[in-house]
């Protein structure tokens, strides 16, 4: 079963930043497409982000041009660089394969307030 580790969430003003990061158990190199998704009480878990082996990504609507997904092949590691945070970022984030998820980790709480 791969095992997958988020970090880097914490509390954060309005208009601040944060880095996420993730790892897996398995190298992130072979695989097509890696996703940062986020999840809320109120909303389902959504996909926000999301970067193809080719290094092409794609984003949310709500979170283009404020957020940028990166990943570091020789460290087997996902990023999601989230700026001009608002109060409605407040989730839980999670990194995962797109295509045939494996089992979902713990998240990494974001919490944007004043």
């Known amino acids: 079963q791969v095992h997958v580790v988020e970090s880097g969430g914490g509390l954060v003003q309005p208009g601040g930043s944060l880095r996420l990061s993730c790892t897996a158990s398995?190298?992130?190199?072979?695989?097509?497409?890696m996703g940062w998704y986020r999840q809320t009480p109120e909303k389902a878990r959504e996909l926000i982000a999301s970067?193809?082996?080719?290094?092409?990504?794609n984003y949310e609507d709500s979170v283009k041009g404020r957020f940028t997904i990166s990943r570091d092949v020789s460290k087997d590691t996902v990023y999601l660089q989230m700026k001009n945070l608002k109060p409605e970022d407040t989730a839980v984030y999670y990194c995962?394969?797109?295509?045939?998820?494996?089992?979902w980790g713990q998240g990494t709480q974001v919490t944007v307030s004043s």
């Open positions: 995962n394969r797109v295509i045939a998820s494996w089992a």
């Open positions: 970067i193809k082996y080719d290094g092409s990504t």
């Open positions: 398995v190298g992130f190199f072979h695989i097509q497409m």
